[in-house]
């Protein structure tokens, strides 16, 4: 069979999707962040199909996602205060809460934890394809592990092919925010950043009062440590050539870059500065005076660079908080924090 492509705006979508998630299949959802690879999260059949298409480590547990906040207490319990409080200030939304699971989701959605994280995504397709089905759903960004995410229907595509080893896409277009959700831990002392997103360390901040960091989001976690989240500790987000951050101005940057310019290399940067790359082989991802540019058009670039002949890029990074963090944490995991100072360089 081959995989099926719906469109988002035909009516029927929602109804056909969800006659496939309740058969135990796999479509790939839109949704503002990036596109999911969704299964029904309580059929165990169903989630193990998500693991080995995208050849997913078992031990790095999915997030569920329901069609509004009022179905939080199906599947979660003891949820804090704080919880509603997000819900009603973020959700629909690119927030995920991490909170202790109720038995009705299968340990496997969850790789054992007692734990599962849970978000209403804004995509209105999705969450009518969620309300139909009756059952959360389960999904990590579509892509094929250790890839970079899917922000595009034909970037599912080319990672899966059109030969049925997903059973349907539904067309939403491309993501507008373009990285994965902020996830937030609410099941510790204090709540904790595991993984920056859309919905920014200060907007959070400013509601729950405080806010931990969790140490993965700026700096490499070894495979033998245990970690909160799992999927903290895998390669994430690269292309197969070797990512090096340079920072700086664009000028020691472009300084630094033409100096060591090499036959399959190339660079990743702001529109602003393409001029000054201009003989380096650059790739812009968006705008560096407006982050949400950047977000939205960081994957695609990083897939257009996933090509045999590129060895080794050079990507400009922005700095700051807000969305710029969220850009930043990508980057750096594509890049295994490897960062060049070209200011120290010149
Ligand atoms: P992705 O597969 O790209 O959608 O990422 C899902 C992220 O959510 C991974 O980093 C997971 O480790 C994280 N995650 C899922 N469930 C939990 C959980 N119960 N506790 C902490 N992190 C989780
Ligand atoms: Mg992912």
């Known amino acids: 069979m081959k995989t099926v492509i719906f469109r988002a705006d035909d009516p029927q979508t929602p109804k056909k999707a969800a006659e496939i998630i309740r058969a135990g299949g796999l ?12 299964a029904n999260a309580m059929d165990e059949a169903a989630v193990a199909k998500i693991f080995q298409a995208k050849g997913r480590p078992q031990d790095n547990p999915l997030i569920i996602h329901i069609s509004c906040a009022d179905e939080l207490e199906r599947y979660c319990h003891d949820i804090p205060q704080s919880a509603y409080l997000l819900a009603e200030r973020f959700w629909p939304g690119p927030l995920t809460m991490v909170l202790p699971v109720r038995d009705c ?31 959360p759903i389960a999904a990590p960004s579509a892509n094929l592990s250790g890839k970079p995410s899917t922000t595009t229907a034909e970037h599912v595509l080319n990672d899966y092919g059109e ?10 277009g491309p993501s507008a925010v373009g990285v994965e959700s902020t996830i937030v831990d609410l099941t ?3 709540p904790r950043l595991l993984r920056p997103g859309g919905v920014t360390p200060e907007e959070l901040k400013a509601l729950l009062g405080e806010l931990e960091i969790d140490r993965a989001i700026f700096s490499q976690i070894s495979n033998d440590t245990v970690v909160r989240a799992p999927g903290m500790k895998y390669k994430h987000y690269a292309p197969s050539a070797e ?6 101005s664009g000028e020691a940057a472009a300084a630094y870059v033409r ?8 660079v990743l940067c702001f529109e602003e500065e393409l001029p000054l790359f201009a003989d380096c082989n650059p790739t812009a991802y968006g705008r560096r005076a ?3 540019t950047l977000s939205a058009g960081l994957f695609a670039a990083l897939r257009s660079l996933d090509r045999p002949e590129i060895k080794r890029i050079y990507a400009r990074c922005p700095e700051g908080g807000g969305v710029a963090y969220a850009v930043g944490n990508r980057l750096k995991k594509a890049a295994a924090f490897r960062c060049i100072d070209a200011e120290a360089e010149l």
């Open 290 to 292: 407006d982050v949400n």
């Open 27 to 38: 479509v790939a959802i839109p949704t503002e962040t990036v596109y999911g690879l969704g």
């Open 243 to 248: 990512v090096y951050i340079v920072t700086g």
């Open 163 to 172: 030969d049925g080893l997903i059973d349907a896409i539904i067309d939403g």
């Open 259 to 266: 100096r060591h310019y090499e036959q399959g290399d190339a």
């Open 188 to 190: 510790g002392v204090r």
């Open 105 to 135: 989701i299968p340990k496997s959605t969850v790789s054992g934890n007692d734990t599962v994280a849970v978000r209403c995504p804004k995509t209105a397709v999705t969450r009518a394809l969620i309300a139909e089905a009756g059952v």
